[in-house]
């Protein structure tokens, strides 16, 4: 998911928070959704679709306020269904909360039993829903904004970068291992104001400066008098998931001081350093492998050109494809310039293989399209394990590098030859310890213990 939300009131705080995720959209296809506080009156637009569908501009007008949070979703846990889509609003003694939650609780069955026996009405199947009633419920109890909400967080295991708006100002924290992303950014000078965004991609879109990471375990607070800092976790740790910076973030937002493209095309020269092969042309799967193919280029010097051409207006629509279409494969979303691969033998490159369903009809149609050898290279070690946290990698048994090989996915996606890149490898073009990120779709080394029950739901 996408989160984003400023305090402002100086501006227009909805129209900011739509353009900031418009430019998280790649986070969250599935629905979209602003809430702004004018004063204690909240108004709240939210529905199915992507933000362009969802927002227009009489309906931007309608949602004035000072601040405002907003948030683009993508479904791992709760069904796909309106009343999922987020900001959650809930009400409290002190007015009302909106809370948009981009990650994944692990403790989810145990948080419902306990709050559904304190009578809460749990509206939605979300986990972030059941964040906002143990916010709710702690403040109910007497505590103010900050302590109901730490002591909120202390109740929630998994991953959870929040951004909560509530009558006085917006905040944000980020789980004691910071799996998922959150950044701070500052818009105008004379007062500067704050704004919290998913991504980078978020801040630069509405001019806004970064200013820095929300830290594992920190909870921002943005109110009229400017930001403070309350670090509430006695453990935290740095996890940031390390798929967010192979394949999810944009490649044009920051992480550890440089951009993911930067980040990517090096682990496509680790990759080229690797599995060179001889070659007539190297390309990426659009969009996610460019980088790294860009990178494989350079360092092998096999040319880099087009091979797949990829339709960018091919969103999640609520039209699904004809059966027919479906299973002609991928043609939708790519195409194959078949004047550039005929009799070539060609390198194509991507940034993860997690079903290996994508990757053999890509095979396949660059086969028909002529290419004489395809050999495949993956800026990525093979992907062994589900993710819990928020990214949608599927159940074990569905994960092809779970049971097979190398050799033996070389042989099921028919190509000629495949590499991933090393675990080593990985390490090298990071740059940072290792220790500091998540890792374990790659490792099966959990940074968060999950419950055995949610475990077995997963794992083969
Ligand atoms: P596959 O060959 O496994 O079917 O698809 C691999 C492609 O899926 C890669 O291009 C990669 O960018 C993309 N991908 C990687 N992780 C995820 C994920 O968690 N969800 C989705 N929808 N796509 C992913
Ligand atoms: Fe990211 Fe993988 Fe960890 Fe999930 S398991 S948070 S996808 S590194
Ligand atoms: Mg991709």
Redesign the pocket.
């Known amino acids: 998911c996408g989160v984003f939300g400023l305090y402002a009131p100086e501006q227009d705080v909805a129209k900011l928070t739509y353009f900031g995720l418009y430019a998280l959209q790649h986070r969250g296809q599935e629905s979209a959704g602003i809430a702004t506080f004018e004063g204690t009156k909240v108004h709240l637009h939210k529905d199915m679709g992507l933000v362009s569908q969802v927002f227009n501009e009489s309906i931007l007008e309608e949602l004035p306020g000072n601040l405002a949070v907003g948030h683009t979703r993508y479904s791992t846990t709760g069904s796909s269904r309106r009343v999922n889509a987020q900001p959650a609003v809930v009400e409290t003694r002190l007015g009302s909360i909106a809370l948009a939650h981009n990650g994944n609780l692990v403790n989810t069955m145990q948080l419902r039993e306990e709050l559904l026996q304190s009578n809460f009405n749990l509206v939605t199947t979300t986990d972030s829903e059941m964040i906002a009633f143990a916010i709710a419920e702690a403040v109910n109890a007497g505590a103010d904004w900050l302590d109901g909400a730490i002591q909120a967080f202390h109740r929630c295991q998994g991953a959870f970068s929040l951004v909560i708006a509530t009558p006085v100002g917006v905040m944000g924290t980020r789980d004691p291992n910071g799996i998922r992303p959150l950044v701070i950014g500052t818009v105008g000078s004379n007062p500067v104001r704050y704004v919290l965004s998913s991504e980078t991609c978020g801040l630069d879109i509405i001019g806004a400066e970064y200013l820095r990471d929300v830290e594992p375990g920190e909870l921002v607070w943005i109110t009229e008098e400017g930001l403070a800092s309350y670090h509430w976790s006695q453990q935290p740790q740095r996890k940031l998931c390390i798929f967010e910076m192979i394949?999810f973030a944009r490649p044009d937002s920051v992480m550890h001081n440089e951009s993911l493209y930067s980040y990517r095309m090096r682990l496509g020269r680790q990759l080229a350093a690797e599995s060179f092969v001889e070659a007539d042309i190297v390309f990426g799967?659009p969009d996610?492998?460019i980088p790294a193919a860009i990178g494989f280029s350079q360092a092998s010097g096999v040319s880099y050109g087009e091979g797949l051409i990829k339709n960018r207006y091919v969103g999640r629509t609520f039209i699904q494809p004809t059966q027919n279409m479906r299973e002609s494969g991928i043609r939708m979303k790519l195409n194959p310039l078949k004047d550039v691969l005929a009799g070539k033998r060609v390198v194509i490159v991507?940034?993860?293989?997690?079903?290996?369903?994508?990757?053999r009809k890509l095979v396949k149609a660059l086969r028909d399209a002529g290419a004489a050898e395809v050999h495949m290279r993956i800026s990525s070690p093979p992907v062994t394990h589900p993710c819990f946290y928020g990214?949608?990698?599927d159940t074990q048994d569905q994960l092809i590098a779970a049971t097979k090989s190398v050799a033996e996915i070389a042989q099921q996606l028919e190509v000629n030859s495949l590499a991933y890149l090393s675990w080593e490898g990985m390490l090298t073009a990071t740059r940072e310890d290792t220790n500091s990120f998540c890792s374990a779709c790659f490792t099966g080394d959990y940074p968060i213990a999950i419950p055995e029950q949610v475990k077995r739901s997963k794992l083969i």
Request: aromatic content about 6%; charged content about 25%.
């Open positions: 394949y799967v996610s492998g991507d940034d993860s293989i997690v079903r290996g369903t994508t990757s990214i949608d990698t």
